[in-house]
């Protein structure tokens, strides 16, 4: 995961978007734990931006379908999909080709990280 992380860090910062990072690499690492672990695929790892928010998508190829289970407070695994959902501006999956793609927004100005000046 830390070369996806490293790849959605170097790309922000290239676009002057380091203020997103932090949100952006831990929703990274999530979406692509989950391709490996869930999927028992590789991934492609894509990155849009604009000036406000950052796009980034993680297609794999597994059959199953990401969902918000419930958490056992006692298991080290199982609250990938939770983070994303709740520091992400919105999230979302749709087919591809073969398998599916998982993708999360992260937007300039807001999130629980975010604060004002």
Known sequence: MAAARQFVVAALAAWDLDDLAEVAQIC???AASNAIRHA???FRLLVQADAIEVVVRVEDHGPGIPWLRPIDPNSEHGRGMWL??????RWGWEPVDRGKAVWFVVTRGSGPLACSP
């Open 28 to 30: 990274t690492s999530e």
């Open 40 to 42: 028992r695929s590789t």
């Open 84 to 89: 994303i959902s709740s520091l992400a501006s």
